[in-house]
């Protein structure tokens, strides 16, 4: 069973450009909800994460947007630069499973110039 | 962020061998290790769970006398995949938590099968 939706699976935005992934979760007892990101055999690094007590997050160029009634959230890439080209991956986990976390599908991007 | 340091990153083996990949957690201590495989161009599919000093929790489909997982210190998991076949060519990847929700994740490990 799928738990964590990811869409889309691929895109493609212009260098300066705002990409926007977006994943939907089932299991309400979920209550962190990291996104990474993977380069090409490397494995996945933390980009930023978010509880359900807030609605968003910013660090730098990257946002999480939170919608706890919809279970849906977001991430939104700020002036995406070619260096962002890679896989994001968001996941969610749930408090005591110490970080069991369950994977979206992955959504390759690529920022052309 | 924590540094999970996984080795070897890439590893060819003759079929029917076993091969072992190591994942370390170099500044901290790590209570829980866990292994994921990954095929090109998918997610990340957990594969166990290992808590330092007790046996690994596999998930379901995955065969645990195949992948055989140590966790005997708070430092060091590892992953022996026993009579290795193609089919067990993969990515495979570790991650360590210790006392946050925070998982830290290893370079990866390309394991080729011939």
Not at chain 1, 52 to 80: C, W, Y
Not at chain 2, 60 to 76: C, M, P, R, Y
Not at chain 2, 88 to 111: K, N, V
Request: proline letters at 4%.
């Amino acid at each position: 069973q799928q738990q964590v939706k990811q869409s889309p699976q691929s895109l493609i935005v212009q260098k300066g450009g705002i990409s926007i992934i977006n994943c939907a979760y089932e299991n309400t007892a979920f209550d962190y909800f990291p996104w990474y990101q993977q380069f090409p055999g490397k494995g996945p690094a933390l980009l930023i994460a978010i509880r359900p007590d807030v609605s968003e997050k910013k660090e730098g160029r990257f946002t999480i947007s939170f919608n706890k009634s919809a279970k849906q959230f977001s991430l939104h890439i700020m002036d995406s630069q070619p260096g962002d080209s890679a896989t994001y991956f968001c996941a969610a986990s749930k408090t005591g499973t110490a970080s069991k976390l369950t994977f979206g599908t992955g959504t390759r991007l690529q920022v052309t110039l | 962020g924590a540094v999970v340091s996984q080795h070897p990153s890439r590893v060819i083996c003759k079929s029917g061998t076993s091969v072992k990949i190591e994942c370390r957690s170099l500044d901290f201590q790590a209570t829980t290790m866990f292994w994921y495989r990954q095929f090109p161009k998918q997610s990340l599919m957990l594969m166990a769970t290992s808590n330092e000093g007790s046996k690994a929790t596999y998930e379901q489909g995955v065969e645990k006398d195949k992948f055989l997982i140590n966790h005997a210190s708070l430092t060091l998991s590892t992953l022996t995949v026993t009579s290795a076949h193609p089919e067990d060519s993969s990515f495979y990847i570790c991650s360590a938590s210790g006392r946050s929700t925070e998982a830290f994740f290893g370079q990866g490990t390309r394991l080729t099968v011939v």
